[in-house]
């Protein structure tokens, strides 16, 4: 069993970056895709990006497309989202989830992960 462990999260201003990391333990990082999901107050959890476990697969929704970057590194065991350009509707908890196996897809769907970190906040001022 992977236990997941976000940070980097804070308070930015509109048009600022930050980047979240996940560390995974307890488990062979290398054998799960790996997923970005947010919850904004009083949202459902939506899917931002995903990436394969060999990291050559990723996905994004649309209204960060262009601005996040996911990617990993298996020798640190660490998942990452790189967010540029922020905007106030970013705003969220943002969670890391592991999906076992080596499908070499970017997996979107929320029942597709069955391991999830505690989340880390988000905030970006307009």
């Known amino acids: 069993q992977v236990q997941l462990v976000e940070s980097g999260g804070g308070l930015v201003q509109a048009g600022g970056s930050l980047r979240l990391s996940c560390a995974a333990s307890g488990g062979a990082f290398s054998s799960y895709d790996m997923g970005w999901f947010r919850q904004a107050p009083g949202k459902e959890r939506e899917f931002v990006a995903g990436i394969a476990w060999s990291g050559r697969t990723t996905s994004y929704r649309n209204s960060v497309k262009g601005r996040f970057t996911v990617s990993r590194d298996n020798a640190k065991n660490t998942v990452y989202l790189q967010m540029n350009s922020l905007k106030a509707e970013d705003t969220a908890i943002y969670y890391c989830?592991?999906?076992?196996?080596?499908?070499?897809?970017?997996?979107?769907?929320?029942?597709?992960?069955?391991?999830w970190g505690q989340g880390t906040q988000v905030t970006v001022s307009s």
């Open positions: 989830a592991a999906a076992p196996g080596r499908l070499e897809l970017a997996r979107t769907r929320e029942n597709e992960y069955d391991y």
